[in-house]
C-alpha cells in the first residue's frame, strides 16, 4: 500500500498563508485543504500542482510517498 504525506502546513507557515488564503489562491474550498493536509484526502494531480506553486514548490517537495505493507 502507498500512503501520501504532505507538508502543506509547514509550507503555508512558511508563506504565511492561512487555510483559507491557500485554498483561494488554488481556487478550491478551505476544507478540501484542511482534508489534504490530514491525509484524509487525496488531491487530484492538477490541484497539487497549483498548491505546489503556491507554496512555490516542486510537487515532490510538497506531496511524498510512502509504501507500506
Not at 16 to 42: F, K, S
Not at 47 to 53: D, F, G, M, P, S
Amino acid at each position: 500500500m502507498v500512503i501520501m504525506k504532505n507538508r502543506i502546513r509547514e509550507l503555508r507557515a512558511r508563506y504565511d498563508l492561512t487555510q483559507d488564503q491557500l485554498a483561494d489562491l488554488v481556487e478550491a474550498r478551505r476544507e478540501t485543504i484542511g482534508h489534504i493536509e490530514h491525509n484524509q484526502y487525496n488531491p487530484s494531480l492538477m490541484l497539487a500542482y497549483k498548491i505546489a506553486r503556491a507554496l512555490k514548490s516542486s510537487i515532490e517537495e510538497v506531496f511524498t510517498f510512502e509504501e507500506r505493507e
